[in-house]
């Protein structure tokens, strides 16, 4: 035997392990991150609308167990989102307990604007979205609201934050802030 012939061996046998670690990479199904992203519109995260029962949206996996909501208001409810959304649901005060809004922390985009996002990008998906710095000191979020038509059926409203510049929250149709 001729001192090539194991390494042109060993060459064989390291393209027939890149050939096949490159066909179970194509085969397998796509990343997590590769994944369809939510929807966020006026009226709904994912399958979470406005005006959901509790119980219902239970059912269904898309929330978690009822709970206390703000402490600064009596008898209010809320439930953290199940993935793959991040953030959490306010109930109505009375009962039956209905979804009054949706916070939305990750996990969903709203005409492809999710978090992370700067306010000229909010701009450039939703052209007549309002820029309130009303928040600016007390809760260091600048709110970016969408217009409320009636087609759409109500709003979207981006928290953007003072520091970083970019999305930490999106609310429907509203933030909901309890400090």
Known sequence: MSPLRPSLLLALVAAAVTAGALAIASSASPPAGGAAVAKITPVRVDG???????????????????????????????????PPLKGSVNYTQSSPRRVDNIAVRGGAKARGVGIGATIAQIKAKFPHAKVDHSTDQVFQVTLVQTPKRPVSGGRITFGVSTQTHKTTIIGVPFIAFCE
């Open 48 to 82: 979470v609308h406005l005006g959901d029962r509790h119980t219902d949206l239970r059912a269904r996996g898309k929330v978690g167990k009822i709970r206390p909501g703000c402490e600064l208001a009596e008898n209010t409810r809320s439930a953290r989102l199940l």
